[in-house]
């Protein structure tokens, strides 16, 4: 069974850092992986994403400030906030797709005090 876990959430101060981390097991591989963050009220939106073959891009609202990376041996992709500012607070869910299957994990709280 495939499974996406998020870790590395919190509450971090603006202009601060944070790295999110997303394990995947019960799956070889991805063709992508990348996350998602949805604040209170609002619908889920695209963050960042990066295929297989180590290309990447982002959202607008967080290029420049976020990397997203993977680390294949260990099936995990992270994804590292720098600058954050209060609206970044949202929960942050890693999604991965392989062929036309969509995966998500449970999400991970990230709040950003002004």
């Known amino acids: 069974q495939v499974a996406l876990q998020e870790s590395g959430g919190g509450l971090v101060q603006a202009e601060g850092s944070l790295r999110l981390s997303c394990d995947a097991s019960g799956i070889f591989r991805f063709n992508a992986m990348g996350w998602y963050r949805q604040a209170p009220g609002e619908p889920r939106e695209w963050v960042a994403r990066?295929?297989?073959?180590?290309?990447?891009n982002y959202a607008d609202s967080v290029k420049g400030r976020f990397t997203i990376y993977r680390f294949d041996a260990k099936n995990t992709v992270y994804l590292q906030m720098n600058n954050l500012r209060p609206e970044d607070t949202a929960v942050y869910y890693c999604?991965?797709?392989?062929?036309?299957?969509?995966?998500w994990g449970q999400g991970t709280q990230v709040t950003v005090s002004s």
């Open positions: 990066i295929t297989d073959e180590g290309r990447t």
């Open positions: 999604h991965g797709k392989r062929g036309e299957y969509d995966y």
